[in-house]
């Protein structure tokens, strides 16, 4: 028999199967890091890539095909990988993911490079789950806050380089090597995984739910629609949004009833009668919400209020990121040491809610410092919050059901975003434009009637008059968008005040009792190593 996940994650059988962790750790940070920087760098390529390629309008399904595909098969990754086991579902999604990069790289058309973002954007969804799964696996509930810091680390270590890296590949090297970039980092990864992961077996004769899995897709695919055509591409009452929004609803009404029959539910919903992964869910969603809202206004508000250079955008949210990432350790350090947690969600729910409410606070006359200031309370915030909730999650259910839950604890993550980009920025589009249409009457108008976003050439081409009105007009959008973060992150403090702290299982004092509070275990399973 196998040692059990804790002794395998503490190297009890000596110093050879902790070194073996360390490595298979760094293998999931590099794959983490994939993930996340495709996207970041992938933004500032894009002027780039449209030059050579051509095909400006339908440059925003770039984007769109990735996020789809990545949302879609965020539950499905989650779930194979419960059923077959995670190695094999984890490394079958970074080939996917290489797989599409080089394709994207080849693209001699804007659609073949949306189709093949498409493909990597599938790989990336199981790298997602993968990683935070394969923790759950390897590490004991005790010890996985840190390391899940760790990953909250590269994720804001991505948010913060992924522009500047991004930019400085295709400035020296062109628009493909953004893509081919990830091939010898992904490789790395794949060759760690495979020689030094080693998981219990996994052999199930149930069949993948499909009729769940398209129900599902179904109702993903129409809500990310929604939230990303909604105001843009499609008026928010249009027929095309609202087609998009039943076939949300219904497909996702019934994909709820259906798993109530399936013999190998896609979401098992017994998960959601803990009270705590229920919580979680919320939490995490908002913090999406929150999370990415803030990283898409802030830049626009430094660029056309204060004066900041566009090419260094991911450096003006360094007090934010740097925040995150600081909080993120720390808060893993600590769950780790002492085995409690619940102060971090209620802290972060109290920070964040008040970082957000001060960023709705700056005008045309807020300084840099300031500004920076506002952004770290957010940052210390969303660092408490962002891996804790995976962590909560993952303690909330049972080891056969670890793929499930860091899945849809992912999914929701990520369908907060959706809505975060979409409603804020439906409000702050709409405030920019009322207020442009006062203070510059027709010529403001005329100014934002395709856009509210002016790029900084664009606001340096503007009359001053204008120009001065835009940056009111900014001001007062973003000061509505942050206040609506802020009443929606009250939700988050609200929520996290309910969880119950419930002892983490683990290598420090031993924590008897169940794994959450309705009393699901968490079982390592005892089974032979892969």
């Avoid at 990545?70 to 290489?98: H, N, Q």
């Avoid at 566009?310 to 993120?328: E, F, H, I, K, Q």
């Avoid at 120009?467 to 001001?475: F, I, K, L, N």
Wanted: charged content about 15%; hydrophobic content about 50%; aromatic content about 6%.
């Amino acid at each position: 028999m196998a040692d059990a996940p804790e002794d395998r994650a503490v190297g009890t059988d000596g110093g050879k199967q902790a070194k073996s962790v360390r490595v298979v750790l760094l293998a999931l940070m590099i794959a983490m890091m994939l993930a996340m920087l495709d996207n970041m760098i992938i933004g500032t390529a894009m002027p780039t890539i449209v030059g050579e390629l051509g095909g400006l309008e339908h440059l925003s399904w770039v984007v769109t095909s990735y996020t789809l595909a990545t949302a879609a098969s965020t539950p499905l990754w989650g779930k194979i990988g419960d059923m077959y086991g995670r190695k094999g579902s984890f490394m079958a999604s970074i080939v996917i993911f290489l797989a599409g990069s080089a394709l994207s790289g080849m693209s001699q058309d804007m659609g073949q490079l949306i189709g093949f973002r498409a493909l990597q954007g599938l790989g990336a969804g199981g790298l997602m789950v993968g990683v935070m799964a394969i923790i759950g696996d390897l590490i004991p509930p005790r010890e996985r806050g840190k390391y899940q810091g760790m990953m909250a680390g590269v994720m804001a270590l991505a948010m913060i380089g992924g522009p500047l890296v991004g930019g400085t590949i295709t400035d020296h090297w062109g628009w493909r090597w953004a893509f081919y970039i990830n091939l010898p980092l992904g490789a790395v990864a794949l060759a760690a995984v495979s020689a030094v992961l080693h998981l219990p077996k996994k052999r199930s004769d149930a069949r993948i739910d499909y009729p769940g899995a398209l129900l599902l897709t179904l109702g993903i695919t129409a809500i990310v629609l929604v939230t990303t055509w909604g105001g843009t591409e499609y008026a928010w009452t249009s027929a095309r949004i609202m087609e998009l929004s039943a076939i949300g609803v219904v497909a996702l009404v019934g994909f709820v009833l259906w798993q109530t029959r399936a013999a190998e539910p896609i979401v098992p919903l017994h998960i959601f009668r803990s009270r705590n992964f229920t919580l979680m869910s919320v939490i995490g969603f908002i913090t999406g919400f929150v999370m990415f809202g803030a990283t898409l206004f802030l830049p626009l508000y430094q660029q056309a209020v204060q004066g900041a250079s566009a090419t260094n955008s991911g450096l003006l949210l360094l007090p934010m990121l740097g925040a995150m990432l600081v909080t993120s350790m720390v808060a893993g350090r600590v769950t780790t040491n002492t085995g409690r947690y619940k102060v971090f969600p209620v802290a972060g729910g109290v920070l964040m809610t008040v970082g957000l409410f001060l960023l709705s606070l700056m005008d045309t006359g807020t300084s840099r410092l300031a500004s920076g200031l506002y952004m770290a309370v957010v940052g210390l915030g969303m660092g408490c919050l962002m891996q804790i909730t995976m962590l909560v999650a993952q303690n909330s259910v049972e080891m056969k059901d670890m793929g499930v839950a860091s899945s849809s604890t992912t999914l929701f993550r990520t369908l907060g975003s959706s809505f975060g980009v979409a409603i804020m920025g439906a409000l702050f589009n709409h405030r920019v434009q009322d207020v442009m249409a006062e203070k510059a009457g027709a010529l403001g108008s005329k100014v934002t009637e395709q856009s509210a976003q002016l790029d900084a050439a664009s606001l340096a081409k503007l009359p001053e008059e204008a120009r001065e009105a835009y940056q009111h007009a900014v001001s007062s959008g973003t000061h509505g968008a942050f206040l609506l973060g802020a009443a929606v992150g009250v939700i988050a403090l609200i929520a996290s005040v309910f969880v119950k702290e419930v002892p983490l299982k683990g290598t420090g004092p031993k924590a008897d009792g169940p794994a959450d509070g309705d009393g699901a275990a968490a079982k390592a399973a005892m089974t032979e190593p892969v």
